[in-house]
């Protein structure tokens, strides 16, 4: 981490500890002292535009008066892709506190998979029963709609982070735009493409049940196609790497025109590269989704020629912001703040970043010193 990274660190534990003191009933209705937001490093990476909806959204808060809110952040996990948004719905939840608004905590499922739907949902309830006035959730599936419809039908607001439940009763979502991500990501290969024709292969799921996987991945099919290539979509399997690259292989040797390109749109995408290793084509164009080590490492071999990393830090930090938001100026005047990147009233879209193989270290440094490495 570097100095300034420290330094901002330090500061927030600062911050955390002072939300963890909380405010008392009787500070309700009184003025209170102005929400501080840490200073944000400048990089061509920071997202001006985000950060000035933010910066909307909290003055407009700062305009009412002290109401003292418990709220809970549920997260799927608490390190690897989900540190990030950790990371920043803390460091909110700190600025909150800071200001004696908000008490509550971050927490994670910490449960073996198979477990760790139905321990969220009771996460959820037992939120709801011991007072919680409003909850940013990184939700597994359909499965906990209900528990978050419950909620909702107490008064208690629910965003969704991350991933998206579009049939409850959720407020508001933050996260990527799935169909716009996919776009950028085939928009990002097309110029390294040789002229059609040439088949791509778009390393993605086509399992109906993943709504947002099947958006992202159909997006970016459509872009390659549309430019007029043969385009197959490899399914992905996610819990078995050795099958996932074997089968990946099988489709470049089989393919018919020649493959002339991959691009993967999901975390492991950096297998595209082991593949076309194992196929003997190490000069195929790769392009990838997120900032897993391996991807990094593929990257800074020139193997993988771009990547799109998911602005995971400010999922987390949007989230205890509008859920606040929300109980203190209101649904509606959250979302003329949030109108920016509001799309249909109710998804705040945090697009993606592009990030070319010979930017991978400053784009690093631009998360470490956010704290949000990976």
């Known amino acids: ?43 061509e990476f920071t997202p001006v535009e985000i950060e000035a909806t933010i910066d909307r959204l909290v003055a407009e808060i700062n305009k009412t008066s002290i109401q003292p809110t418990q709220l809970t952040v549920l997260l799927k996990e608490l390190d690897g892709f989900f540190a990030p948004i950790a990371t920043g719905a803390n460091r909110a939840m700190g600025e909150l506190g800071a200001a004696e608004r908000v008490t509550g905590n971050v927490l994670g499922t910490n449960r073996a998979s198979t477990e760790a739907m139905a321990h969220q949902t009771r996460q959820i ?87 947002d996987g099947v958006k992202r991945t159909q997006a970016a099919q459509a872009v390659l196609a549309n430019a007029g290539y043969n385009v197959l979509v490899q399914q992905l399997n996610y819990l078995h790497e050795a099958e996932d690259v074997e089968a990946l292989k099988a489709a470049i040797d089989a393919a018919d025109p020649p493959v002339v390109g991959l691009i993967g749109v999901f975390s492991v995408s950096y297998r595209c590269a082991m593949a076309a290793d194992a196929a003997g084509l190490p000069d195929l ?72 193989a010979e930017k991978v270290d400053g784009f690093n440094d631009f998360l470490d010193e956010i704290g949000a490495e990976q």
């Open 1 to 43: 981490m570097t100095t300034n990274g420290r330094c901002w660190a330090a500061a927030f534990g600062l911050t955390l500890m002072t939300a963890a003191c909380g405010a008392s009933d009787t500070d309700a209705g009184r003025e209170s002292t102005p929400i501080q937001r840490a200073p944000v490093p400048q990089s």
């Open 125 to 211: 309830e037992q939120a709801a029963t011991e007072g919680t006035e409003g909850i940013a959730i990184t939700p597994f599936g359909e499965a906990n709609m209900d528990a978050i419809d419950d909620a909702v039908a107490k008064g208690i607001p629910v965003v969704t982070l991350e991933t998206d439940l579009a049939s409850s009763t959720r407020s508001i979502y933050v996260g990527i735009d799935n169909t716009s991500a996919g776009n950028t990501a085939g928009e990002t290969l097309l110029p390294m493409l040789p002229r059609p024709p040439g088949t791509v292969i778009v390393h993605g799921t086509e399992e109906a049940t993943w709504v």
């Open 285 to 356: 164009p790769i392009v990838a989704f997120d900032f897993e080590p391996q991807t990094v490492a593929y990257m800074r071999q020139g193997r993988i020629k771009a990547t799109h990393v998911q602005r995971q830090y400010y999922t987390g930090y949007l989230g205890p912001y509008i859920v606040y938001g929300i109980k203190t100026i209101g649904l509606g005047a959250t979302q003329q703040m949030l109108a920016p990147q509001l799309v249909d009233g109710t998804r705040f879209d945090l697009g993606v970043d592009v990030v070319p």
